[in-house]
């Protein structure tokens, strides 16, 4: 795995000015300056647009029932899609321009909840084969054990405790007498 992080962190720039060059031999200069431009103001704007509407987007989903994982990964998505287009180079948009299709997306929802299934409305990891599951809340509450312990307490006014007055309450409980 490392080799194909350092793969990558080779070859990506490489594959980038590669791109530009050739772009720049099919339409010319200023026009590839233009998209480049053009993809960095692209960016920026996603970037800036899912800042604002990822709060609202969660609220609402909340606010409706659902649970909103689904929600933040169309914005992290977009966003990422933002940053990609203001990388300059063309192999980064094009992964940019895959990000913001739906289907994409539909394959990235699938495997980031792999492993996780819903239980009315709630996500809960599957358990590993052969591990005992681990007891579960009602819909009364949350699953208490059979201690119970019955806790009375009184507030005792300030100069009757330690140093206040000299006299000792009869009444107090915690008189040995």
Known sequence: MPFVILFLMISWPVLEVASIIQVSRWIGGIPTFLLLA???AVGAFLVKSQSRLVGVRVMEVMRS???PEKT???SGTTSLAGILFMIPG???DAVAILLLL???RGFLWRGASYGVRTRGGKWQARPQ???RPEPQGDAQGPVRSETVIDVEFT???RGEGKGGSS???TDSPWNKG
Do not use: M, N, T, Y
Request: overall charge neutral.
């Open 167 to 169: 006299a000792k309450r």
């Open 72 to 74: 933040l990964l169309d």
């Open 90 to 92: 063309f192999v980064s």
């Open 129 to 131: 084969q052969g591990a």
């Open 38 to 40: 053009a993809g960095v």
């Open 65 to 67: 029932g659902g649970s």
């Open 102 to 104: 739906p289907v994409v």
């Open 155 to 157: 507030e005792v006014p």
